[in-house]
C-alpha cells in the first residue's frame, strides 16, 4: 500500500537554529515529490521535486531527493518565527492517475 | 486572483443532513481535487476530476459524491452526513496531471457532523 512517513512529527526550535525535516514513501510508479507549507489555512507550494540528487533553494529553504533510498528531506537554515508552520510531504504516483499520497506533517514551532 | 475558493468556510450539521461544499477557481486549471484533513492523517484525496463533465474516486470516496458541470466549479456533496465526516475539506486545484504543475489550494472549509 502506498504510504508516505514524515519525521519528527513536532519540533521546537529557538530563532537561528538550523532544522531538518524528513520525508519517506512508498508509492507505486513515483512521479513526483512536493513539499507544502501550511499555516493557519490552505497549504502553499515549496518544492516539487522529480530528480535525484538536485537541490532545489529558496532563501534559507532547501530540499533534495534521493529516488534509491525513498525519502527527501526539507531543511530550514536561521529559522524565524515566521517559520512556523506544519510542513507537508507529498507525493505523486500514476497508480491511480494523478493520486496524490500526502505524509500527516511535521509541526514546527520556533521560538523567539 | 482569487485563485480557490470554498464556501462555506464553517458549518455544522446533524447527522442524517445533507449538504454541498463549493469550490470555484478562476485560474482555468483542468484538474481540481476534494481532500480531508484529519488530526495524525494527513490530506485524503476523496475524488478528484481531470476536466469538465469527468469525475474519479480517489482514496476515500465513500460517503461522497462530487459533480463538475463547468470547468470552474467542484462541488462536494454529503447525502447523509455522518459524525466520521467531521474534518477540515480542501480543495485544489492544478493546471493538468502533467509533471511541474503543483496543486493550488483553497483555504478550507471546516465541518462538524453532530
Known amino acids: 500500500e502506498d504510504k508516505v512517513v514524515q519525521s519528527p512529527l513536532s519540533l521546537v526550535v529557538h530563532e537561528g537554529d538550523t532544522v531538518t525535516l524528513n520525508c519517506s514513501y512508498e508509492?507505486?510508479?513515483?512521479?513526483?515529490l512536493l513539499w507544502y507549507k501550511q499555516e493557519k489555512k490552505a497549504p502553499t507550494f515549496l518544492f516539487m521535486l522529480t530528480s535525484s540528487g538536485i537541490e532545489k533553494k529558496s532563501g534559507r529553504l532547501s530540499s533534495i531527493l534521493d529516488k534509491k533510498e525513498l525519502f527527501s528531506i526539507l531543511n530550514i537554515t536561521a529559522t524565524q518565527t515566521g517559520d512556523s508552520a506544519v510542513y507537508l510531504c507529498a507525493v505523486e504516483g500514476t497508480y491511480n492517475n494523478n493520486d496524490m499520497r500526502f505524509g500527516a506533517g511535521t509541526r514546527l514551532t520556533v521560538k523567539p | 486572483n482569487a485563485g480557490v475558493t470554498q464556501t462555506p468556510k464553517f458549518r455544522v450539521l446533524k447527522t442524517g443532513q445533507s449538504m454541498t461544499l463549493l469550490c470555484a477557481q478562476d485560474?482555468?486549471?483542468?484538474?481540481m481535487y476534494w481532500y480531508r484533513q484529519d488530526p495524525g492523517m494527513g490530506l485524503r484525496l476523496i475524488h478528484y476530476?481531470?476536466?469538465?463533465?469527468?469525475?474519479a474516486k480517489g482514496e476515500v470516496p465513500d460517503g461522497y459524491n462530487v459533480s463538475r458541470l463547468k470547468k470552474q466549479n467542484f462541488l462536494l456533496g454529503l447525502e447523509s452526513a455522518a459524525p466520521s465526516q467531521t474534518s477540515v475539506y480542501f480543495c485544489?486545484?492544478?493546471?493538468?496531471?502533467?509533471?511541474?504543475?503543483?496543486?493550488?489550494f483553497g483555504d478550507g472549509t471546516r465541518l462538524s457532523i453532530l
Open positions: 485544489a486545484s492544478s493546471q493538468d496531471g502533467s509533471i511541474n504543475q503543483p496543486q493550488h
Open positions: 485560474m482555468n486549471h483542468e484538474y
Open positions: 508509492v507505486t510508479n513515483f512521479r513526483s
Open positions: 476530476s481531470v476536466g469538465e463533465g469527468t469525475t
